[in-house]
């Protein structure tokens, strides 16, 4: 799968070559994590010019303020929001210690990326789809309350995204726990402050009122439609994230690494296993990729076949 359209190589069957291309993904993926710490540890400030790496970076810098904040305050320290640069440091080292916070963190900003390039390229509005429309003005207040809660959290995440922020209680259940426990380790056996910094996050909680929650509750309870949020025109790009996630079961932060450029092969499989026909597959590959074409002979594999040539991948590391 190049810029070309592609073929299977002289009767080479299509899920070799599919095969072929999710293993030199997968590869790929193998390496994001560990490379990601490295950039993310280095002293060499130009390596910050790229911008999902400036993202992933200053994301985790607020996440480990909110940390430290949220520990002094928890004992009453006067200068709890004056915090120490080298400290800061090195909690975002410990966050980036746990592989499936540094996953999700760094695919929030190829979320946020995305988003803006879909909005430059095909008017895409970053905040308010058709989908979220057509939620919004249900006629049941269930939904509609609903829709209009995720509108609000998806303008604080665009607006955050544009500080390069993130909010502590919009991480999902286990990574937040991940940052309690990077804090805990942070600071040391029978800290008082994280103590009680972990007992009043852990209380005021609620994954079902983040971003990502509202998003699921609303995907889910879409039933028999749910299929209508896995085209990114109409679901916007973070609901069709989201939809692609649980219709093939995946962890989001892999379904939003799909759209990458070099993972075609990968997101091919996932629409097809997602129960899109070949036509609605190609559309989100003109959305998402116009210059890729999908190889001959992509239509005959069906989504029992694309699901299993998906799980024989290796996916992100944990």
Known sequence: MTDAPNSPASGEPIESVLRTELSHGDAMIGTIIPIMRHLLASDDHSVFSEEIVARTRA???DVAGQLLVARG?????????????????????????????????????????LTERLHARLGLDP????????????????????????????????????????????????????????????????????????????????EGRSRLGLMARLILGLGGQAHSALSIEHAGVSLFLTALSIATGQDRALATLTT???????????????G????????????????????????????DRAAAILASGAGYPR
Not at 89 to 104: E, F, I, K, R
Not at 296 to 302: K, R
Request: aromatic fraction near 4%; charge should be negative; include cysteine.
């Open 59 to 61: 994301m985790l810098e």
């Open 73 to 113: 305050e928890a004992v009453d320290a006067a200068n709890a929001h004056d915090l120490d640069a080298a400290e800061v440091q090195a909690l975002v080292t410990a966050l980036c210690g746990d592989a499936a916070l540094l996953a999700h963190v760094h695919a929030l900003a190829i979320e946020s990326q």
């Open 127 to 206: 905040v308010l789809s058709p989908l979220l429309q057509s939620l919004i003005a249900s006629s049941e207040p269930a939904v509609s309350s609903a829709g209009m809660s995720l509108l609000a959290a998806q303008t604080r995440f665009n607006q955050a995204q544009r500080r390069m922020k993130l909010a502590l209680f919009e991480l999902p259940a286990d990574q937040l726990y991940a940052a309690i426990v990077a804090l805990r380790q942070h600071a040391g056996p029978g800290d008082e402050g994280a103590r009680i910094a972990e007992q009043r996050l852990c209380e005021g909680y609620d």
């Open 260 to 274: 990458n450029e070099g993972q075609v092969a990968r997101l091919a499989l996932t629409l097809s296993s997602s």
């Open 276 to 303: 899109l026909k070949p036509g609605a597959v190609e559309q989100q590959f003109v959305a998402l990729h116009p210059e890729i074409s999908l190889p001959e002979g992509f239509d005959t594999l069906g989504p």
